[in-house]
């Protein structure tokens, strides 16, 4: 099958991003497992780390949300497992953390639904 032009791009552009997330959570592995799996940690200690785990889940995962915390502490450290079947190459992990994530996503969103509810 051929790509086009713009086809081969995006495809590019995913495979570049996964690439550095991958990069990411693999340079990054011992602080991070350190940290998240420390029960004693501090607010500060997984704040400092929060953004570069973001990052390289949000390549990983190929999600675009760099004006919002992608997912928080506490949900990234009560799925770390998940990350780190990501890390080992576990088959559907990458799928697994991107619904978790998704619905934990939906489920936090903060929607003013009155204007809707008023016209039924």
């Known amino acids: 099958m051929g790509y086009t032009v713009e086809e081969a791009y995006k495809l590019a552009i995913v495979q570049t991003k996964l690439s550095r997330g ?4 693999s340079s990054n ?3 991070w497992t350190d940290v998240m799996t ?3 940690a501090t607010i500060d200690e997984i704040a400092e780390i929060m ?3 973001n990052k ?3 390549d990983i995962m190929n999600w675009d949300l760099s004006d919002v915390e ?3 502490a506490d949900f990234v450290k009560s799925n770390w497992s998940v990350i780190q079947d990501i890390y080992n190459g576990v088959d559907g992990a990458i799928e697994k ?3 978790l994530a998704a619905k934990s996503f ?3 969103l903060d929607i003013d639904t009155s204007e809707v509810q008023n016209e039924y």
């Open 22 to 25: 991958f990069d990411s959570l």
């Open 29 to 31: 592995w011992k602080k």
């Open 38 to 40: 420390d029960s004693n």
């Open 51 to 53: 953004p570069d785990i």
């Open 56 to 58: 390289s889940l949000s």
């Open 70 to 72: 992608l997912l928080p």
């Open 97 to 99: 953390l991107t619904g």
């Open 106 to 108: 939906i489920v936090n």
